[in-house]
């Protein structure tokens, strides 16, 4: 062997025996490391096996995925199908332990209602949201006993009587000033289509707004836009200047300050990190900015709850009632109210946030829905027609009171199957707090689990799975749903929600009649579920009663969506008509 490829085989050949050795050694050592860096697949769980063979694990092609503009969190909520399994695991940092990814219905449904001693929210999702609101019971482990105190503080909320008359009479006035916006918009925009999707985020944030914090100052921002669109709509450009498919655009509504916090949260739920993300974005100036307006609303809007509570004020906002709670539990500890505490301004400003976005996204979604299902939309204005008569003979809105009273079936079945279809969340979060078993896998402690809502078992056929391999619990309440073809659950289908009620012909809704988890379910499900029914059915009501929503084009009808807090439409335009 000549000299030169002496050296190419053997290296170290020339090196003396110690430096060779020290050389060799610290190359072991790195190859070690790195072989103990890389991901730890559970045993019997499909993965994807490129991603084992970096440290980054899946990282790597969920940032090409964002760098691509496409939807990380799509991404989770695929990997069963690819895999064919309802269970499959995942590498999202490095030195991190896998993640697993659950597609099933039943076991999600057990895992989330039964199995709360095994299963709870985890660091990462606590991180996600204690970034921006770490005294929100959101952002709280079920075991912290924090969260307890913190549920105390709103558990007044999502009673029967603060819906119906704080949140209800709200959510119906807000309502009218809409419709009103709407009318005149419909007027300018001659049957040409416009963008929905801001009117529809300022109504719904006008309404939280309103009903967390009182009146206070609080100014609908719906009425000033309107004043603005009236203000400028005789030098609007003429609507028949340009083809119906072609969107009239209308002045620009002012963002509200506080929409940058929730995007943040909807950005940190993709990071490898949350943590160092929110520690790295808390420090932009925006945040800054955004944080300062949180403080400076929250400190005068307590200090207009004070003043009202001292002048013996009727009781009438969240704030009021929180403010009362306080009072209760001071006064039973033996201690002096806190009216300003950190828990007093999370709780609320997270109250507006996860009720603002939830219920403007829903809207979103199902308003292109019944633009594009025309039957739907008929059928559910004729229901209404129906179920208010005496609106109907005397030319008038349904009221409040009506409405709050009155049940229209296929109005519940069309709210639930927008749910169901196209939820504003789409995937779940906890953290095995045990060593245990999912479908027959040993899951140690520590080990987070997603659980998509959409997809296999929800939105698509679910997975043939042994029965035996489900939890114990699973089985025994193996029937606590209904059943559909499964062919179909992937359409919008209202009807499926509808049953005979005994003998007779007449339809009821049946909140049971398949699997469905857009609130989730358990002590950790959605606090907001009922203001959220209301809100909806009052919303919906009304707008059906008042408007057509004309086929749009192609284009403009996708239903592709985008990740911020919530998952959102894309586009989402509507063509209005006034109904007859
Ligand atoms: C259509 C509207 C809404 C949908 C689909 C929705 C859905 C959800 C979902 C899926 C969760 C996660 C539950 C879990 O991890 O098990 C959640 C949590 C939560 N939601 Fe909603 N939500 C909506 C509206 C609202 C409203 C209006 C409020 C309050 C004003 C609200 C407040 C909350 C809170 C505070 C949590 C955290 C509960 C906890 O950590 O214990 N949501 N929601």
Excluded at 97 to 120: A, C, H, M, N, W
Excluded at 129 to 156: C, Y
Excluded at 542 to 560: A, H, Q, R, T
């Amino acid at each position: 062997m000549s000299s030169a490829s002496l050296d190419l085989v053997y290296p170290f050949a020339r090196l003396p025996f110690a430096a060779s050795a020290v050389i060799v050694g610290v190359l072991s050592v790195l190859y070690l490391a790195y072989q103990w860096a890389l991901p730890k697949p559970l045993p019997g769980i499909p993965y994807n096996q490129n991603a084992v063979k970096t440290i980054l694990g899946d990282t790597a092609e969920i940032q090409q995925i964002k760098k691509e503009g496409g939807r990380p969190r799509a991404w989770f909520n695929l990997q069963p199908v690819k895999h064919n399994s309802p269970l499959v695991q995942a590498f999202l940092a490095p030195l991190s332990k896998p993640v697993l990814i659950l597609s099933d219905f039943r076991e999600t449904q057990d895992i989330l209602l039964r199995r709360g001693k095994e299963f709870d929210r985890g660091p990462r999702h606590v991180d996600n949201f204690s970034g921006i609101v770490p005294w929100h019971h959101i952002a709280m482990a079920t075991q912290d006993p924090q969260f307890k105190a913190n549920r105390e503080l709103v558990k007044d909320l999502m009673t029967p009587h603060f819906l119906n008359t704080v949140s209800g009479p709200e959510i119906y006035n807000n309502a009218m000033n809409f419709i009103e916006l709407w009318k005149l918009k419909a007027e300018v925009a001659g049957g040409r289509l416009f963008k929905a999707e801001d009117d529809l985020h300022t109504m719904t944030f006008d309404i939280i707004k309103v009903v967390a914090l009182g009146e206070g100052d609080n100014q609908s921002m719906t009425a000033l836009y309107t004043d603005l669109v009236r203000s400028t709509a005789a030098n609007a450009q003429d609507a028949s200047s340009a083809g119906q498919d072609e969107p009239f655009v209308f002045p620009e509504n002012k963002p509200n300050a506080h929409g940058i916090q929730q995007e943040a949260v909807g950005a940190a739920a993709s990071q490898p990190f949350p943590d160092l993300f929110h520690k790295i974005n808390n420090r932009k100036p925006a945040m800054k900015e955004a944080y300062a307006a949180k403080f400076s609303m929250l400190d005068r809007q307590v200090s207009l709850g004070v003043q009202r509570m001292e002048a013996g004020a009727e009781v009438k906002s969240a704030l009021d009632y929180m403010m009362q709670r306080e009072l209760a539990s001071a006064k039973k500890a033996g201690r002096a109210p806190v009216f300003n505490s950190p828990s007093m301004y999370d709780e609320l400003y997270g109250y507006i946030g996860a009720g603002h976005e939830t219920s403007s996204t829903s809207l979103q979604w199902g308003l292109k829905h019944l633009a594009a299902d025309q039957r739907v939309q008929t059928t559910l204005r004729e229901s209404l027609r129906a179920a208010y008569p005496g609106a109907v003979s005397e030319g008038r809105q349904p009221t409040f009171a009506e409405i709050i009273k009155t049940q229209v079936p296929y109005l519940d079945a069309v709210v639930e199957e927008i749910l169901r279809v196209t939820g504003p969340v789409r995937t779940l979060f906890r953290t095995a707090t045990v060593d245990t078993t999912i479908l027959g896998h040993h899951v140690p402690k520590g080990t987070q689990i997603f659980l998509p809502i959409t997809g296999p078992s929800f939105t698509a056929p679910a997975f043939a799975i042994e029965e035996s391999l489900r939890s114990p619990s699973s089985q025994s309440h193996k029937n606590m749903r209904g059943t559909w073809d499964e062919s179909d659950a992937a359409n919008f289908v209202p009807e499926r929600w509808l049953k005979a009620e005994g003998e007779s012909s007449t339809q009821v809704f049946d909140s049971q009649a398949g699997p469905m988890l857009a609130f989730s379910v358990g002590i950790r499900g959605c606090f907001g579920r009922r203001l959220a029914y209301l809100q909806l059915r009052i919303l919906m009501t009304l707008i059906v009663w008042n408007f057509e929503f004309g086929p749009l084009p192609e284009e403009l009808n996708s239903f592709d969506a985008i990740d911020t807090l919530t998952t959102k439409p894309v586009k989402c335009f509507v063509r209005l008509a006034e109904a007859r």
